[in-house]
């Protein structure tokens, strides 16, 4: 194999036989892939930051506070209609917490889109539903 090449990404098999599972994807991967969707469907969106907040550097040097927006959407973004986005994304097989879900309840009572994504196909999948279809007909996308 040459320096600097890859290898071909295939399921380690054990000692035993039985095959390794793959683990799933980091929610910044997932993220990534989200955000580069959205950017390729043509919707306005962004990263929305929601860790703590850098205040100060004066005198009594640099103070952390938290962030008042404990549990928004990692993702936001504006629809075509002017529907407002919040996308929560989530690794496989965890959960969203109960800040996370006040957040849902209070982006749908206001008449907004929110998405719990495991992956780029969920978020695909809930844009059709709002959109529908016909919004996405000549602008492929493959995953």
């Known amino acids: 194999m040459v320096k600097g090449q890859r290898r071909d990404r295939e399921p380690k098999l054990?000692?035993?036989?039985?095959?390794?599972?793959?683990?799933?994807?980091?929610?910044?991967?997932?993220?990534?892939?989200?955000?580069?969707?959205?950017?390729?469907?043509?919707?306005?969106?962004?990263?929305?930051?929601?860790?703590?907040?850098?205040?100060?550097?004066?005198?009594?040097?640099?103070?952390?506070?938290?962030?008042?927006?404990?549990?928004?959407?990692?993702?936001?973004?504006?629809?075509?209609?002017?529907?407002?986005?919040?996308?929560?994304?989530?690794?496989?097989g965890r959960n969203p917490e109960p800040e996370q879900e006040a957040w849902r309840e209070r982006i749908c009572a206001a008449g907004g889109v929110h998405v719990l994504a495991r992956s780029v196909e969920d978020v695909a999948t809930a844009l059709m539903r709002y959109l529908g279809p016909e919004s996405f007909l000549g602008r492929p996308v493959q995953f």
């Open 14 to 92: 054990k000692a035993s036989g039985v095959f390794q599972k793959r683990k799933p994807p980091l929610e910044s991967q997932i993220q990534k892939l989200v955000l580069e969707y959205l950017k390729l469907r043509g919707v306005f969106s962004w990263r929305n930051h929601t860790q703590a907040i850098i205040r100060g550097g004066g005198p009594e040097g640099i103070r952390f506070s938290k962030n008042p927006n404990k549990g928004a959407p990692d993702i936001l973004g504006i629809l075509p209609g002017g529907l407002f986005l919040g996308i929560e994304l989530k690794r496989p």
